[in-house]
């Protein structure tokens, strides 16, 4: 947020406000600089007994009389009527430094700054029980910090956007190199360590029968309208292969494909089918779609085929598709419409609920790819009847 020049001064006196000692920027307490400056108001000084009448450039001096209540009164409504928002910015200024005046609510958001945790997630990486955690959230919550979401049994929390965290990283900056700040984040480090590990057992336990599972998006049709926007030849990468029914559908076309998945024994049944059907054309790269072990411009083609929804960043998955992808290469996404079927996140490991199109669009867009192209490709024979969206893209040059 860019700041006005720096001027500061006492917290000021407004109609018959309580006055409070100590210096704060103009800026932090939500008055516009040129509030202070229009003419006929009569701006008392909050002073404690010590403070010197000498003024200090940048500062008001004091008066030499005190100004009747009805004048403060006067020039309140005054400023009101010309900054009708101020009063609601001054109360969130409030509300937003309050709750910055404590550590463990620090502590916390630097942990939210980085990634979305659940409360058991910030009891693990905190070490602090679960009243505590509540508690703090809640009031970071009521103060406009953070926001919650519901995802099956439980709500994880994240950092709002807006002009209460405006100021955030000016506050967390001179703490990021303390013990108590790098032992959290070693802390989360172990929780998102944990996340992997799940989603991997997960598929490891699961891979044999997954062929044979009716999963969400996955429609014949939706797969072949996918397949024919897709260049006939290339060297094409497939990020989370799951059952890696279309990695082999794309091996029939492609001059070759690398089948990339968190979990080993997804890749190892993939080689089998593969083998069945006489396919050598395939590498099997085990990796994690948001760090791939993979060089820079290798592919021509990359597809996400309902891999974003289990990724704990999104946005990181389609940066590092991006990256791997030549110029002008094409990206494919086949994913779940944004639903309401919340047992997808115990029984099949799903991290978001699908996306809507406008969120999916923003995040290609975001991530480097232009010439998007996105529609509702199919929806599922079978109850929920999910819906499948398809997005082709192309790579900025």
Same mark, same amino acid.
């Given at each position: 947020?860019?700041?006005?020049?720096?001027?500061?001064?006492?917290?000021?006196?407004?109609?018959?406000?309580?006055?409070?000692?100590?210096?704060?920027?103009?800026?932090?307490?939500?008055?516009?600089?040129?509030?202070?400056?229009?003419?006929?108001?009569?701006?008392?000084?909050?002073?404690?007994?010590?403070?010197?009448?000498?003024?200090?450039?940048?500062?008001?001096?004091?008066?030499?009389?005190?100004?009747?209540?009805?004048?403060?009164?006067?020039?309140?409504?005054?400023?009101?009527?010309?900054?009708?928002?101020?009063?609601?910015?001054?109360?969130?200024?409030?509300?937003?430094?309050?709750?910055?005046?404590?550590?463990?609510?620090?502590?916390?958001?630097?942990?939210?700054?980085?990634?979305?945790?659940?409360?058991?997630?910030?009891?693990?990486?905190?070490?602090?029980?679960?009243?505590?955690?509540?508690?703090?959230?809640?009031?970071?919550?009521?103060?406009?910090?953070?926001?919650?979401?519901?995802?099956?049994?439980?709500?994880?929390?994240?950092?709002?956007?807006?002009?209460?965290?405006?100021?955030?990283?000016?506050?967390?900056?001179?703490?990021?190199?303390?013990?108590?700040?790098?032992?959290?984040?070693?802390?989360?480090?172990?929780?998102?360590?944990?996340?992997?590990?799940?989603?991997?057992?997960?598929?490891?336990?699961?891979?044999?029968?997954?062929?044979?599972?009716?999963?969400?998006?996955?429609?014949?049709?939706?797969?072949? %309208? !996918?397949?024919? @926007?897709?260049?006939?030849?290339? #060297? +094409?990468?497939?990020?989370? =292969?799951? *059952?890696?029914? $279309?990695?082999?559908?794309?091996?029939?076309?492609?001059?070759?494909?690398?089948?990339?998945?968190?979990?080993?024994?997804?890749?190892?049944?993939?080689?089998? %089918? !593969?083998?069945? @059907?006489?396919?050598?054309?395939? #590498? +099997?790269?085990?990796?994690? =779609?948001? *760090?791939?072990? $993979?060089?820079?411009?290798?592919?021509?083609?990359?597809?996400?085929?309902?891999?974003?929804?289990?990724?704990?960043?999104?946005?990181?998955?389609?940066?590092?598709?991006?990256?791997?992808?030549?110029?002008?290469?094409?990206?494919?996404?086949?994913?779940?419409?944004?639903?309401?079927?919340?047992?997808?996140?115990?029984?099949?490991?799903?991290?978001?609920?699908?996306?809507?199109?406008?969120?999916?669009?923003?995040?290609?867009?975001?991530?480097?790819?232009?010439?998007?192209?996105?529609?509702?490709?199919?929806?599922?024979?079978?109850?929920?009847?999910?819906?499948?969206?398809?997005?082709?893209?192309?790579?900025?040059?």
């Amino acid at each position: 947020m860019k700041r006005p020049r720096a001027r500061w001064a006492r917290r000021m006196v407004i109609g018959p406000s309580v006055p409070a000692s100590g210096y704060w920027p103009l800026w932090v307490l939500g008055i516009p600089s040129g509030a202070l400056e229009s003419p006929g108001l009569h701006l008392q000084h909050a002073q404690s007994p010590s403070q010197t009448h000498d003024r200090v450039p940048g500062q008001f001096a004091p008066p030499k009389r005190p100004v009747p209540e009805k004048s403060l009164q006067s020039d309140a409504q005054s400023i009101r009527s010309r900054y009708p928002d101020m009063t609601m910015r001054l109360e969130e200024t409030t509300r937003t430094l309050r709750a910055l005046g404590d550590e463990t609510r620090l502590r916390m958001l630097a942990l939210l700054e980085r990634e979305e945790l659940s409360v058991s997630e910030l009891q693990e990486a905190l070490n602090m029980g679960q009243s505590r955690i509540s508690t703090q959230l809640t009031q970071l919550r009521e103060a406009g910090l953070v926001q919650d979401r519901r995802s099956g049994r439980r709500n994880f929390y994240q950092l709002t956007t807006g002009r209460s965290v405006d100021f955030l990283d000016s506050v967390l900056d001179p703490h990021r190199e303390s013990e108590e700040f790098q032992r959290d984040q070693e802390g989360l480090k172990a929780v998102l360590a944990r996340r992997r590990e799940d989603s991997r057992s997960y598929f490891d336990r699961v891979a044999a029968a997954f062929g044979e599972q009716v999963l969400p998006g996955r429609t014949w049709e939706g797969l072949s %309208r !996918a397949i024919l @926007r897709l260049a006939p030849r290339g #060297n +094409y990468a497939d990020l989370g =292969i799951g *059952d890696g029914l $279309l990695t082999l559908m794309l091996a029939q076309v492609a001059d070759q494909v690398t089948a990339v998945d968190l979990s080993k024994e997804m890749l190892n049944q993939l080689k089998l %089918r !593969a083998g069945k @059907r006489d396919l050598n054309n395939i #590498n +099997y790269v085990e990796g994690d =779609i948001e *760090d791939l072990p $993979l060089p820079d411009a290798q592919f021509d083609v990359v597809v996400l085929s309902q891999a974003l929804h289990h990724a704990q960043q999104p946005r990181q998955a389609l940066a590092e598709a991006r990256r791997i992808i030549k110029p002008g290469g094409r990206l494919l996404v086949i994913e779940l419409l944004a639903h309401n079927e919340s047992w997808v996140k115990e029984q099949l490991q799903h991290i978001h609920q699908g996306f809507t199109e406008n969120e999916l669009t923003e995040l290609i867009q975001a991530t480097g790819f232009e010439n998007l192209l996105l529609e509702r490709a199919a929806r599922d024979p079978q109850p929920p009847n999910f819906m499948t969206l398809v997005a082709s893209a192309q790579a900025t040059a």
